[in-house]
């Protein structure tokens, strides 16, 4: 017995300061999604992580040989659950791009009312997770709650509840009555006050704030070199919005970049709460400057020939569309390139040097959507 | 202080009524336009095959002559690009989501026997009037062919 | 009104060995590389290196038009996170290329089909 024992204790101090890897994933608690990331640690400590995606590749982009282009706007629709909507505007926006044609401005009105509520939702999801991740579920009920809220106007408007189907090559298909509008308008000023309350709790409380602050730090420089986008970007305090390039109605609207500058979880979390009063306030500035327009469609005429890069600002960040036509119905080529997919090089850096314990904290606060990443 | 912003929500609570409803007991009410699952008007439709067509995930098929239309519910993402395609506004969005089910049907729609007569009807009156029309044409030409000839004496 | 920054896309076509080099260049000049993908067009491969700029919001993309034979050199060594981007080419296009810093050997996407696909089967 002794001499197990002793022998047993000899080999923990000989493994003791070496390294040894941990995977994470593909299925882990925080996310529902499969990312496996090979965690190479000594002690507690990553050194370094690895990741491996492409558990659920399933082949999307080479759909677009196989479907028309009118049809694809579905296929493009359904690449993820939770910024459908932005994917599918991205994608007619690219295609109206290269058709060279102008979409009447109340349907980019129309476009970009729905891609706020799309980016409201998506921000109020992010948070629910967030505090799940760090073991707050309160908060994650308050945040779904009022998710909640936002889902039943998207589904009012469009008719599905995260899959919208509004967009077609050349406008929307669907109108939003003037009542509606009006209950947009005090829906949201009710999910501003319930988030003010939450709001109050993720940025004052002491527990979420010793939680977040100081972990997972990237500098402005990393984020610029590692190519970073979206909220992860301007928490570190690059000033960069897809919505300055002028798509929808934002040219119409006013707005500044929601930036921080310490480059943290706390500094992430903070900004998607900031983003969600942004765009409750462009809600508010575009449905005041909506013009009454019977017209939503411009009629496309032929197939789409030449190619575009849309960049559109989704949720999770800059989102880029590249469609090539070659004048026949099938497009030639149709890439997407998620905001999840630039921002895993960023994840694997934050990684390092941090408590394997924060590893699935830090894991959530790119927002990483596995399901866009491997379309 | 947090705490007592916690202690005011906290009583508050106690007076609220639950944020959730009693699912199972009181039926959830879909808001208006909510596209759950397509239907189809079968004796309006002119079996144009439209909807094939648009079909983004191939889960329809029609047959013209047998006057039948098929979705795999399983298959339909509920789109409702085939409703926007429709030239006879036939097929419509309804709501109600389809349950699930342990493996994939196809739910076969077939037009009523009367409209299958009318329509077998008419296209018998069609197929007449076309052979009477051939029939004239080729009357007519053997005419002008024989006036011709005539002519040509 | 909020202010509109909007410069069109701009689409350069540089011969293969000089991408290297206008890749260091556009490092250098402060761009953030935001995407490089694959397209198979009348037997040929053109790829394309999209820069993007956080300020100015220019958006420059490199193509490169190669033989689907034709080995073309890694920008990992310049840009490290690429090696995403190129492992996907290599891996749904069967784009060669050479020295990837962390190469997947066709295994970024578990997929069930024997990949690399060839040129056009993606």
């Not at chain 1, 909507?85 to 044609?101: D, L, P, R």
């Not at chain 1, 908060?139 to 899959?163: H, M, N, P, S």
């Amino acid at each position: 017995m002794d001499r197990e024992k002793t022998e047993r204790l000899e080999t923990n101090r000989s493994i003791e300061g070496k390294r040894s890897v941990i995977p994470f994933g593909p299925q882990h608690p925080v996310l529902p999604e499969p990312i496996h990331i090979d965690l190479v640690i000594e002690d507690e400590t990553v050194l370094e992580a690895i990741p491996s995606v492409g558990f659920i590749h399933r082949g999307l982009e080479s759909l677009a040989a196989k479907r028309d282009f009118n049809q694809l706007i579905y296929v493009a629709e359904r690449t993820c659950g939770i910024c459908s909507f932005q994917h599918g505007m991205g994608y007619a926006e690219a295609v109206e791009h290269v058709f060279g044609i102008e979409i009447p401005i109340r349907a980019r009105f129309l476009r970009t009312i729905w891609a706020e509520l799309g980016r409201m939702h998506s921000h109020l999801l992010w948070l629910g997770l967030l505090a799940d991740g760090f073991g707050y579920e309160n908060l994650f009920y308050q945040c779904w709650r009022i998710r909640e809220k936002v889902l039943d106007l998207q589904e009012a408007t469009t008719g599905g509840r995260l899959i919208f189907s509004v967009n077609c090559i050349g406008g929307v298909i669907k109108d939003i009555p003037e009542e509606l509008l009006k209950k947009i308008l005090a829906s949201i000023a009710e999910v501003e006050e319930e988030l003010k309350v939450l709001q109050k709790t993720f940025m004052e409380d002491y527990t979420v704030r010793s939680r977040l602050s100081g972990v997972g730090i990237l500098t402005r420089q990393q984020v610029h070199e590692l190519g970073c986008a979206g909220p992860v970007a301007r928490a570190s305090g690059v000033s960069c919005d897809m919505r300055i390039t002028g798509y929808g109605a934002y040219p119409e609207l006013d707005f500044e970049p929601v930036t921080a500058s310490e480059g943290d979880a706390y500094a992430r979390c903070d900004c998607r709460l900031r983003e969600v009063f942004q765009s409750i306030d462009l809600l508010r500035q575009a449905i005041g400057r909506m013009p009454a327009e019977k017209d939503l469609s411009t009629p496309v005429k032929g197939n789409p020939e030449g190619e575009y890069f849309m960049r559109v600002e989704q949720p999770r960040g800059e989102a880029v569309y590249y469609v090539k036509g070659t004048g026949k119905p099938m497009l030639e080529r149709f890439r997407i390139r998620t905001p999840t997919f630039a921002n895993l090089p960023g994840l694997c850096e934050m990684l390092k040097n941090t408590k394997l314990s924060d590893v699935g904290l830090l894991v959530l606060t790119i927002d990483p959507c596995v399901s866009c990443t491997e379309r | 202080m947090a705490i007592l912003q916690y202690a005011s929500e906290a009583i508050k609570n106690l007076f609220r009524p639950p944020v959730t409803t009693e699912y199972p007991f009181r039926p959830f009410e879909y808001p208006e336009g909510t596209r759950g699952h397509v239907e189809i008007t079968i004796d309006d439709c002119i079996g144009c095959g439209m909807c094939v067509r648009a079909c983004p995930s191939s889960a329809l098929s029609v047959d013209r002559l047998g006057g039948t239309w098929t979705i795999n519910r399983f298959d339909c993402i509920a789109c409702g690009y085939c409703v926007l395609k429709c030239p006879k506004k036939c097929l419509r969005m309804e709501t109600g989501y389809q349950t699930p089910g342990p493996e994939k049907q196809a739910v076969l729609y077939t037009k009523s026997p009367e409209q299958l007569e009318k329509e077998k009807k008419q296209r018998e009156e069609a197929a007449a009037k076309a052979a009477e029309a051939k029939r004239l044409m080729e009357e007519k030409k053997a005419a002008e062919a024989a006036k011709e000839a005539k002519e040509a004496e | 009104m909020g202010k509109v920054l909007n410069p069109a896309p701009v689409i350069e076509e540089i011969p293969d060995d000089h991408l290297l080099k206008r890749v260091m260049e556009m490092k250098k000049g402060g761009f953030r590389l935001s995407q490089v993908c694959a397209a198979f067009v009348d037997g040929k491969f053109e790829l394309s290196y999209s820069f993007g700029d956080d300020e100015t919001y220019e958006y420059v993309t490199l193509r490169v038009v190669i033989d689907p034979e034709t080995e073309i050199p890694s920008i990992t060594e310049i840009i490290p996170q690429a090696l995403f981007y190129e492992n996907e080419m290599k891996e749904l296009f069967g784009v060669k290329i050479r020295m990837i810093s962390v190469d997947y050997e066709n295994k970024l996407y578990r997929i069930e089909k024997e990949a690399p696909f060839g040129p056009g089967k993606d």
